[in-house]
């Protein structure tokens, strides 16, 4: 079936089955491989898009769902300015060593400041529950997060 | 060979379900993890999905005249956070569902239609006799959740409908809720508890117990809560209330949590409640 999106700002149509899980129509359809696969289940935000400007498990996501919606995946996020202020924070501070879970805790990290610009280390830690690292230690992520909220991600 | 439908409207999702039985898919976060199978490997469906997340006529949530709170099956949980009627006791208990990315694709819908004793909405939907409506081409229906759901993964559901809304009756309760899980977000219950009551006048006009994760469905007894309601709240005898509860959690043991651990907490935290609930009088 012959399904419809907008994908980093241009419009874009694959012709796949509609269960097939965004995540695999990313990186198999369109070549975007900055979008990772950790659990395949859920569980770990590493396939983290933002679909209207939510950010959502792409791994779960049929793409049916996705049809005439907006993604924006870590290839697109890089182009704006919010992108530049998170991914210093996260350099700065060591919120990155493997690298693996950095595109979904990027993505994960707008998406908290968006909504709360200025969150206790508390907050910051709840809305960051979805997204596993097994480098970190997540302290340096958080301190990430604090850090790039100190400079504003002005949107 | 099985079909995929996605339909452009809900009649049109009717006429289909009328004549194939299928998959009801909303957010998939349940279903697309029941199917998965590796990466790059489509998701394996053994009849039809018919796919009614993004349908938006069923994207809403409005109050009635007599204050019920009306949702469009396909909201989101991260819609039903955002909005200003929604009750509080809903919000306490979604908000500890899943993560924040979970909660911008799930609905309450695919919570009720997976029928797991660990689904957390179901808690507060039984305690609170909510409602839901299902539509076929032959017509509507309106059952409480606690009759659509008849066992783990059993609901009942006829092949040619679909819940398009669910209802949540007006209240006048207070509350005390607590979740168990392995961590403190993104776990799945091992059990949870919700005290439902309402005092007037130092006596106990209204009394619920739902116990979530602790047997086949949510766990609700109203020839129990019959006997304390009109009883003076000094009088609430919390001992008794747990010997009343005692034999009807009955847990099982899973990968998550074993069963002597599941009845002491359960019955921990109605302990807990009952004393908070008494002591909470005098305010
Ligand atoms: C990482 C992770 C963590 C989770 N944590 C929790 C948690 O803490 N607590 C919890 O309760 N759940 C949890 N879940 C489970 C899941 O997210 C919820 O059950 C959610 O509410 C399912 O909604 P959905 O829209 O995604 O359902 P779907 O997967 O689309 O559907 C689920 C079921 O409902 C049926 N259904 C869907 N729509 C309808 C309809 N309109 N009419 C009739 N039947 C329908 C489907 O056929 C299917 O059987 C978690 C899941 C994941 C992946
Ligand atoms: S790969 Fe999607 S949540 Fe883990
Ligand atoms: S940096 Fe390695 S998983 Fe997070």
Known sequence: MKINFKLNGSNVTVDVVPSKRLLDVLREDLHLTGTKEGCGEGECGACTVLVDNRPINSCIAPIANIANKEVITIEGFRETKAYRVIADAFADMGGSQCGFCTPGMILATYAVLRDNPHPTEEEARIALSGNLC???GYQAIVNAVLKASEKGIKL | MINHYVPTSL????KYLSTHDCYIMS????LMVQKHVSSLVLPRFDKDVLYVGELKELQYI??????NILIGAETKYADLLLSPIVPEIYKTVIKEIASPNIRN???MVGNIGNASPAGDSLVPLILNDAEVVLKSVNGERVLKVSEYILGVKKTARKNDEIIVEIRLLKQNLRYLYRKVGARKAESITKVSCLVGYQI????LIDFRVAFGSVGVTIIRNLEIENKYKNIEVKDLDVDRVISDYYQLVTPIDDQRSNKEYRHKVAMNLLRKFLLELKGGIDE
């Open chain 1, 134 to 136: 097994r480098c970190t």
């Open chain 2, 11 to 14: 009649n049109d999702a009717l």
């Open chain 2, 27 to 30: 957010g998939g976060t349940d």
């Open chain 2, 62 to 67: 409005k109050e009635d005249k007599d204050g």
């Open chain 2, 105 to 107: 694709m799930a609905t």
């Open chain 2, 200 to 203: 007037k006048e130092k006596k």
